[in-house]
């Protein structure tokens, strides 16, 4: 996976440095060294009552719509733990730029702490 690759070329671990989870929780996920912290979305869940609503909404289409909120849930796997280092921003900063070189999008850049301005 790109993003942990760009990481450990930056010098830093997962997860001994920073953590790095998915949202999709998909097979590839789980496998060997990967093993990718996730949230699985509840998908076959959320298949199946479409389906049911839908033939219920089929046979009787005067019946009333409903909302249904599966719960996601954490898997936690090898790519999360407690930070056992602390990486300066300097680090992080350039993790982050070299996963949206390898095509790699993160939900955002890591901002500046007060104490990692102090330490950089």
Known sequence: MGVLEAFTEAGLSV?????????DNTTFAAFG????????????EIG?????????RIADRRKTSVQVKPSPSLV?????????SRATHRDLEAAFNRSVECGFHLL?????RTDDAKSS
């Open 15 to 23: 997860p001994g440095d920073i953590s790095v989870a998915g949202y």
């Open 33 to 44: 060294p990967l093993s990718l912290t996730s949230v699985d979305q509840a998908g076959t």
């Open 48 to 56: 199946r009552n479409a389906a049911r609503l839908l033939l219920e």
């Open 76 to 84: 936690p796997r090898r790519t999360t733990a407690p930070p056992r």
């Open 108 to 112: 955002e850049a890591p901002s500046r």
